[in-house]
């Protein structure tokens, strides 16, 4: 992509915006207040707003590879924080996509440097869920499978942190697991049972 062209094509944006609202940046500019928490993959292919149809600042965005929500990574972690806490989010949604590069570095048995702790991560998910993965025939089919099952257990993280835990109970926050198809760019839900694994959870990471 040309650099320069990136700025016109900004410049062709702001014209197309004051068109239609000439308080289009203005009314921007006083502040957010989005329903959802995004959490997603880096992925270039895979944009949250796109996707979903939503316009800026109906949806508060963080993404990384593999759409990790790991207890260590303080960037997630603040980011859940202030979505929860300031935002007052209503929703959080993690979601993965099939032919996710990350998760298919993670099944390889390769040393990857930097990203190797980084990956451990979704190598700990297929450690959990072993024996359904290592049943299903086709290596595709299991790496579809491992997407939704990382997607599970990224859901179950964000559950145990202590604002989901609190926000949970005092105003109804929501965890959703979603998984979105590159190849014919539908987003499915998986439908996650966010009460059953919160009563389920609370017994060893109740916080609150």
Known sequence: MDIKQIFRNNQDWITEKLKIDKDYFRNLSLGQNPEVLYIG???????????????????????NIGNMVANTDLSAMCIINYAVNHLKVKHIVVCGHYFCGG?????QSADLGILNPWLRNIRDVYRLHRAELDAIATEEERY????ELNVQEQC????????????????????????????????????????HILEEIMEIYRII
Do not use: Y
Request: net charge positive.
């Open 103 to 107: 998760v298919k570095a993670a099944m």
């Open 144 to 147: 579809n499978r491992l997407v």
């Open 41 to 63: 993959c880096s992925d270039s292919r895979v944009t949250a707003e796109e996707l979903m149809g939503a316009k800026p600042g109906e949806v508060f965005v963080h993404r």
């Open 156 to 195: 179950v993280n964000v559950i145990k942190t202590s604002e989901v835990q609190k926000a949970s109970k005092e105003r109804n926050l929501v965890v959703h697991g979603w998984v979105f198809d590159v190849k014919s760019g539908r987003l499915t839900d998986l439908k996650i049972d966010f009460k």
